[in-house]
């Protein structure tokens, strides 16, 4: 299969995993930002391939992951009213709110359908206009095109009975509040590959010179994560820290312009609130004015409600690259994904469930020297 | 507890969900709520040594007879698909869970929930298609059973099927059998029968279709057990797929089970379905695919055995048992890293991005 085989050829990732061994004489921590990532380096165990003086920590691009507790309890409140069908992504359906999920509130009878894209829902409300349909809007820029697409044509074509229910949120501001922390420690980041395909990368040129911290747009193979890891490492021996792209067969400077202008025209930027992480400034997205009545926390007067996190629940450190899953006591033990004490162990692409689901075999200090 | 410490704890807990209170989709899903359901609520109910086996058959003796037995109902959607429909699945599958316990498959019963307001035609369709796969496989339909449920309280047709085959002396196939040093073989390309399924509900076109494997195994089960006598057991790796299958065995053996990923054929386009749709193939279900555990020093013999039959063309050895990690089935990855491949929760479900 082209574009996936050559990505995940065992003699290029063996070649660029020692050129990362010849290359590293310090002890540098990366992180990389997004689920997917964390999700590839642990299926293929790309740690184990690093030299002891590499540490991967895992940072908040789980977009399932952040979405907080008192969102979902909304999705779940929608989902319970006998006149609402509510359409989401498959993954949002298993995360748990303060006291249900989804689908057990679609085993009680609530209407909670999957889709693979927001334009489907838009289908359904054109199909079904006696039903309130509201999609569940989650995710980072990547999404976020789609789902404004999805207002939009629902706005043209007069569609009343279709809702979003809105809780995007946007990795710069995330990544610049952990850069701006005294505690940081993370030294080199893989940017998301596919918020920078929406967004292109100069976003992260801002935070690369306000910070003077190196970042590689990475894509999501385990080529392209090692080839990151490869030109991280070379930036941080040679002293640079600047923006470089190794995702460019699908990331340009500036992006798709298309996708950002749909997003300008239906979403503008708000505070908002990340699971284990707290309120970020300018760090969501929400429907303009103008779609108000598209709006499902203004149409349906969603009472706003606050579920505070179990205290054993170390995901803000782990979101921050301040700890790794495993450090953390309640691993594996009281926290696994079926019974998840917070973000980072609810969807598949969070970092500790990704630890659990395919790492919990191996002691966690086991690693090849490459030397 | 207090009335308002009760509600902060209610609050507080973020995930514990009683899935014990509800049946959800994912209790079918033939992954690990599945399995809990099975623990914790039938075994229970129903004292059985043969049931505790958790075989995909029980396998009975009456006056000296060993006999298998087995029953499994087919829901699946759309009712046709490339490759067969339901009435040849509900065939195939029955006849596959008793060859699983190398039984000779005899006598099927067959009952139908219909819909108010199915379509005659399609229903005729589906008996034609059921009678042929049965001849197919040299069984006979014997009993059988009408319902009609009114419209809206079934989704088309389900059907249900039973079955009684025989189980030569001597022979004694069980998923709690596996040991350290035997090997893993698996008769071909894994995921084919779930994407066709796939493909066809999402209207994903490729430049080949993708055919289901939905066949009977118990010809190339009867040339196994021609080949050797060290079988130790047998799984079609339906719902839940391939993963699902081994960690029952890893499981119920408590052992250790470590695949070899390179060595795991997939179809081109199965492959390039399941990254579209974000899913992993080692879940995705195969109703003509089967994994065997055979003693070490009789696999060679067990895969000449396989490739000589048409269903088994494919076969290869793609892992071994081990001591380590026993419950826990193991990957070694074309890197030469390792990974766990879990059990699912529930059902796979596409991930957002």
């Known amino acids: ?177 952990l850069l701006r922390s005294p505690q940081n420690r993370v030294q080199g980041f893989i940017a998301p590959g596919h918020v920078c395909t929406i967004m292109g990368y100069q976003e992260y040129e801002e935070l690369a010179r306000e910070s003077r911290v190196p970042f590689v747009v990475g894509g999501f193979e385990p080529v392209d994560l090692l080839e990151s890891v490869a030109m991280l490492v070379a930036q941080l021996e040679d002293g640079r820290a600047v923006v470089e792209n190794q995702y460019a067969r699908s990331v340009s400077y500036r992006g798709n312009t298309a996708a950002q202008q749909i997003m300008e025209l239906v979403f503008e930027v708000c505070d908002r609130k990340w699971r284990g992480l707290g309120m970020i400034p300018q760090s969501g997205l929400r429907l303009r004015p103008v779609f108000a009545r598209h709006d499902a926390e203004r149409v349906f007067g969603l009472e706003e409600i606050t579920s505070p996190e179990p205290p054993e629940c170390i995901s803000a450190q782990i ?50 020297e490459n030397g | 507890m207090d009335d308002e410490s009760r509600r902060l704890a209610t609050l507080i807990c973020a995930a514990p969900l009683p899935a014990g209170e509800t049946v959800l989709l994912g209790h079918g899903g033939g992954g690990r709520l599945t399995s809990d359901l099975i623990r914790d609520l039938f075994l229970p109910a129903f004292d059985s040594a043969a049931l505790a086996r958790l075989d995909d058959q029980a396998i009975v003796s009456v006056n000296g007879c060993r006999l298998a037995f087995t029953t499994d109902s087919f829901v699946v959607k759309p009712l046709f698909f490339p490759g067969g429909d339901i009435g040849s699945l509900a065939v195939h599958g029955t006849v596959n869970d008793l060859a699983m316990g190398g039984a000779r498959p005899l006598f099927l019963s067959a009952a139908f929930i219909i819909e108010e307001g199915f379509s005659m035609q399609e229903l005729r369709r589906i008996v034609g298609s059921l009678r042929d796969a049965a001849r197919e496989a040299s069984v006979e339909v014997v009993t059988g059973d009408t319902k009609v449920v009114e419209q809206g309280s079934g989704d088309g047709l389900f059907i249900n099927t039973s079955g009684i085959g025989l189980v030569p002396p001597g022979l004694s196939l069980s998923c709690n059998q596996a040991k350290p040093g035997d090997h893993v073989l698996l008769s071909g390309p894994i995921g084919d029968h779930g994407m066709a399924i796939m493909a066809q509900r999402e209207g994903l076109e490729f430049e080949s279709t993708i055919h289901s494997d939905s066949a009977a195994l118990h010809g190339l089960v009867a040339e196994m057990l021609k080949a050797t006598d060290k079988i130790r057991c047998m799984r079609d790796p339906t719902r839940g797929g391939l993963a699902s299958a081994l960690n029952e065995i890893a499981g119920q053996s408590r052992v250790g089970i470590e695949l070899d990923e390179g060595s795991i054929p997939i179809h081109e386009q199965v492959r390039a379905a399941c990254e579209l749709l974000g899913l992993d193939p080692m879940y995705v279900a195969n109703e003509g695919k089967l994994v065997a555990i055979v003693a070490e020093g009789a696999e060679q013999v067990l895969l000449q055995g396989m490739r000589g039959h048409s269903l088994g063309r494919e076969a290869r050895v793609i892992g071994s048992v081990k001591r380590e990690h026993p419950g826990l089935v193991t990957m070694r990855t074309p890197l030469g890293t390792t990974r766990i491949v879990d059990m699912l929760a529930g059902d796979q479900l596409p991930r957002i991005c």
């Open chain 1, 319 to 368: 979101l921050q690259g301040l700890k790794r899953p495993h450090e953390c006591p309640a691993f594996a033990a009281r926290c696994t994904p079926k019974n998840p004490l917070g973000a980072g162990m609810v969807s598949a692409e969070g970092a500790c469930a990704a630890y659990y689901q395919y790492r919990r075999h191996v002691p966690p200090v086991s690693r090849i």
């Open chain 1, 1 to 177: 299969m082209r574009y996936v085989d050559e990505y995940r050829d065992q003699n290029i990732a063996l070649a660029l995993a020692s050129e990362i061994a010849r290359r590293t004489t310090r002890d540098w921590v990366l992180m990389e930002i997004c689920g997917g990532q964390t999700h590839t380096i642990m299926r293929y165990g790309l740690d184990e391939l690093l030299p002891a003086r590499i540490q991967l920590v895992h940072g908040p691009g789980c977009p399932v992951c952040v979405t907080p507790l008192e969102t979902i309890d909304k999705a779940i409140e929608l989902a319970s009213r006998p006149e609402v069908t509510l359409v989401s992504y498959g993954d949002m359906l298993r995360v748990p709110g303060s006291h249900s999920d989804l689908f057990h509130v679609k085993a009680a009878g609530g209407d909670v359908r999957i889709v693979y894209s927001p334009m489907d829902a838009v289908k359904m409300a054109a199909a079904e206009p006696q039903r309130k349909i509201v999609f569940f809007a989650v995710g980072f820029e990547t999404t976020a095109p789609a789902n404004a697409m999805s207002a939009w044509q629902a706005r043209r074509l007069g569609l009343e009975n279709f809702f979003l229910l809105t809780a995007h949120v946007l990795v710069p501001p995330a990544i610049r509040l």
